[in-house]
């Protein structure tokens, strides 16, 4: 694999076999020359809503984050760099809408856990203005380090980064990696 310089590229590690797996590999790897995988990088995941992560990890919400902490706390201590996702954090599938706090705390562990960047995603894709609106406000209220944060973008009205909270009551977000701004006059708040 071509290796572009700035690039990350972030393997998704579910668990600590997982993580396992990849260091086993990286070791193998960096006996190669020349090094063929760039295997610097790590992103762990889980979700706001328990119905969605016993689905997608048959674990809790509360279950996946002690399992992550070791996972984190691991690669951490093998010099990899930790990513965080957190899915279904507008509504989930199984249980409607999810509270913007229920967010935060799960968000908060994560870079209590290392994560250096955390995403925030719309998994299923019903983010408004004003539910995005009202989950970036209870971030910011928070006090969550929104310069390290960023977001999915699969609702039209989810594709604010965190990076900035400039009027954030009216639906704008600046960004230095990118930028939209939800327009006043959306009929879909």
Known sequence: MYRRPGVSYPLLVPNTKGLEAL??????????????????????????SDSFSKANTNN?????????????REARDAGLKVRGYVSTVISCPFEG???????????????????????????IGTGTKST???LLNEVTRQGLPLD????????PFFGLAVNGTDNLSTGSCKSNRFTRTLQSNDSTT
């Open 23 to 48: 260091l086993a590999l990286r070791e193998a790897d960096e006996a190669a020359t020349p090094r063929k995988l760039p295997l610097n990088e790590i992103a762990i995941f889980t979700a706001a």
């Open 132 to 134: 995005v609106v009202a």
């Open 97 to 123: 809408p999810i509270a913007p706090s229920r967010v935060t705390d799960v968000t908060r562990e994560l870079f209590e856990m290392g994560c250096y960047e955390v995403s925030l995603g719309d998994t």
């Open 60 to 72: 809790t919400v509360k279950g996946s984050l002690s399992s992550l902490r070791e996972v984190a």
């Open 148 to 155: 390290k944060m960023a977001v999915s973008d699969k609702a």
